[in-house]
C-alpha cells in the first residue's frame, strides 16, 4: 500500500487483481439488489487530465458528499488493476478528483469511477486515456484545441446540445487543450437563442456581472460559477468526448468576467462595484473544482505548466489572466508592462530554450498579433497586440513584454515554436519570420487560431496588427470551429507537424491544411 498525491488531499492506492469487467458486473448486481434511494449519483460524467508519462488526474462530480472511488487498469496486459479511494466530495462543489502516479508510458488506460457514502454507492462510469510517451520516445502525436463555449446565448441547443464535439470524438486525439472561456460566466443561457430557430436549453443562472449577484457574498458568487460549470458539463456529446479524452485546461477572461486581471481590485467596467477580489478568488476556485488539473505542491493556484509528450512534443500551458498589469496602461518601458508576470515569463523562456522537443507548442490564452479588448478607451487592450483600430487605444497592448521573449528565443535559436490560441472567435494559421536580436538570422514561428466551438461567430478576421510582420496563411470567420494537430515522426523530410481547421460537422476548412516541416 502506498501514498498518491490527490488534488484535494492524499490518498490511499490499492493494489488489486480483478478485471474491470467482472468489478462492472459486481457493481451493477450490487446496485440492482439493494442500492437504497437516497444513495449518491454521478451527475456530470467523468474526466481525464495533467497526464504525463506517469501520472493522470480523474475526476468526477456527484448530487451530495461522497467519497471518490475508482478503479485503473492497463486497457491491454500489462500491470494488475488498481483501485484507488478518492477526496471526499464536499458540499461546496460536489466534484472530486485524485492524482495517479506510477502509470506506465505511453499506455492506454481504462478508469471505473463510482462514489459511496453511508448511504449507499453510485453506478459506475468507465472512461479512458493514454499515458504521454517517455522523453526519449518517438511516436506520432495528436490533439485538438479550442475554446469559447455558450458565450452570446449560443448555449446548448435543444435535442442538439454542442454537436461539436461529436466531431471532435471521432478524431480521436490523444488529447484536448481547453484553451479558455469554457464557460461564459459573464453571460446567461435564455431559451431563446441568438437567432430565429435557436432554441437553447436553458440555464437556470444569471451573468455574475448581473447586479443581483453580490461579489461580497462569497456563497452567492459559488452558486452562479457552480451553475455555469454544471450546466456547460451536463452535455452529452462533451461527456461522451472526455471519456475517451484527456485534457489540459486552462482560463481567460470569460472564467470570471470580459477582459478580467486577476490583479486588479475593481472590475474596469464596473468600478463602483464591491468585492472584484472573491469575483476572482471564486472563478479560480471553480476552474479547479470542475476540472482534472494537477495542483501544484508549492502553489496550488499555479495554472501554467509544461508537459512532455515523447522526443517530438512539448506542451506549455500559459496563464494570461493571474499577473497581468492593467490593460489601460500605457506600454511603455517604464510601466514593464505584462501579461505573464516575471517568474512565468523566465519560466516560459528558460523551458523553451532548454526543450529537446522537435515541436514546442505554447498555449496561450489570448493571440500574438490580433488587436482585441473592450471599448470604451480606458479599459485598454487585452491581448498583446496594440493595433490601431477605431475605439481602442493603440497604445496598450502588452508588444514590448511579447517582443523582448521572442527577442530572447531568436538569440537563443530556439527553434520549431508554435503558439496555438482561441479567444476572438474566428480561425486563422499565421507565418512569422523576423530577426528579433538583429543577427541576421530570424526567428521563424507560427500561430495557429481556432474557434469558437459554440459562441458569438466573428464574421471576419479584422485587421492584424504589423509589428511581428504576420503573414496570413489562412482566415476565416463566421463559422463553430476546432483545430488539430497530428505530429508525424515518419515522414521523409522529418518530424513533420500536420495542422487543419474542422467545422462542427468535423469537415476540414478549405485552405486550412498546413504541413509544417523542422527546423534543423
Not at 181 to 202: F, H, K, L, Q, S
Request: net charge negative; proline share 6%.
Amino acid at each position: 500500500m502506498g501514498e498518491v498525491s490527490g488534488c484535494f488531499g492524499s490518498v490511499k492506492q490499492v493494489i488489486r487483481g480483478g478485471s474491470l469487467i467482472a468489478l462492472s458486473i459486481a457493481l451493477s448486481a450490487a446496485a440492482a439488489r439493494g442500492a437504497q434511494a437516497d444513495a449518491p449519483t454521478l451527475t456530470h460524467g467523468v474526466a481525464s487530465g495533467d497526464v504525463t508519462d506517469s501520472t493522470a488526474v480523474i475526476w468526477a462530480a456527484v448530487d451530495q458528499p461522497a467519497e471518490l472511488r475508482a478503479r485503473i487498469q492497463p486497457i491491454i496486459g500489462g500491470e494488475a488493476a488498481r483501485e484507488v479511494i478518492g477526496s471526499m466530495a464536499e458540499p461546496s462543489a460536489l466534484a472530486a478528483a485524485v492524482q495517479l502516479s506510477g502509470l506506465e508510458s505511453g499506455t492506454a488506460y481504462r478508469y471505473e469511477v463510482w462514489f459511496a457514502n453511508a448511504a449507499g454507492r453510485s453506478a459506475v462510469e468507465a472512461g479512458q486515456f493514454t499515458t504521454a510517451p517517455a522523453e526519449s520516445t518517438s511516436r506520432a502525436v495528436s490533439f485538438i484545441w479550442s475554446g469559447d463555449l455558450g458565450g452570446q446565448k449560443y448555449c446548448r441547443r435543444v435535442e442538439r446540445g454542442y454537436p461539436i464535439f461529436a466531431a471532435m470524438t471521432d478524431f480521436a486525439p490523444d488529447f484536448f487543450v481547453a484553451n479558455g472561456d469554457m464557460i461564459y460566466a459573464d453571460n446567461d443561457c435564455p431559451r431563446e437563442g441568438p437567432m430565429p430557430g435557436w432554441t437553447n436549453v436553458p440555464g437556470d443562472f444569471p451573468s455574475v456581472t448581473d447586479l443581483s449577484v453580490d461579489w461580497t457574498d462569497t456563497a452567492a458568487i459559488d452558486a452562479v460559477y457552480a451553475a455555469h460549470w454544471r450546466y456547460n458539463r451536463a452535455d452529452a456529446a462533451f461527456q461522451r468526448f472526455l471519456r475517451g479524452t484527456s485534457m489540459y485546461v486552462q482560463w481567460d477572461d470569460h472564467e470570471v468576467t470580459n477582459d478580467f486581471a486577476a490583479r486588479s481590485t475593481v472590475d474596469p467596467a464596473a468600478p463602483e462595484r464591491a468585492g472584484f477580489a472573491q469575483l476572482v478568488a471564486a472563478g479560480r476556485r471553480w476552474l479547479f473544482a470542475f476540472h482534472p488539473i494537477a495542483r501544484d505542491r508549492a502553489e496550488p493556484d499555479r495554472i501554467y505548466r509544461s508537459v512532455r509528450w515523447g522526443k517530438e512534443l512539448e506542451l506549455f500551458i500559459l496563464d494570461a489572466r493571474s499577473y497581468r498589469s492593467a490593460n489601460a496602461l500605457e506600454d511603455s518601458d517604464a510601466n514593464a508592462k505584462t501579461i505573464l508576470g516575471a517568474e512565468q515569463r523566465a519560466w516560459l523562456e528558460s523551458g523553451l530554450a532548454r526543450s529537446t522537443a522537435t515541436w514546442k507548442i505554447v498555449s496561450s490564452d489570448v493571440p500574438l498579433s490580433v488587436p482585441t479588448g473592450s471599448v470604451p478607451d480606458a479599459r485598454g487592450r487585452d491581448a498583446f497586440a496594440s493595433g490601431t483600430g477605431p475605439g481602442l487605444d493603440g497604445s496598450t497592448g502588452f508588444e514590448r513584454e511579447l517582443v523582448g521573449i521572442l527577442k530572447t528565443l531568436d538569440g537563443k535559436r530556439v527553434r520549431n515554436v508554435v503558439f496555438v490560441a482561441t479567444d476572438v472567435h474566428f480561425a486563422a494559421q499565421i507565418r512569422y519570420a523576423h530577426d528579433f536580436d538583429g543577427d541576421g538570422q530570424p526567428l521563424v514561428f507560427h500561430e495557429l487560431i481556432s474557434g469558437p466551438l459554440s459562441a458569438f461567430r466573428a464574421p471576419a478576421p479584422p485587421a492584424f496588427d504589423a509589428t511581428l510582420r504576420p503573414v496570413v496563411l489562412y482566415a476565416e470567420g463566421d463559422i463553430f470551429n476546432f483545430g488539430t494537430v497530428r505530429i508525424d515522426p515518419t515522414a521523409p523530410s522529418g518530424t513533420v507537424l500536420r495542422t487543419d481547421v474542422r467545422d462542427e460537422t468535423g469537415a476540414v476548412r478549405p485552405g486550412s491544411e498546413l504541413v509544417l516541416s523542422p527546423q534543423r
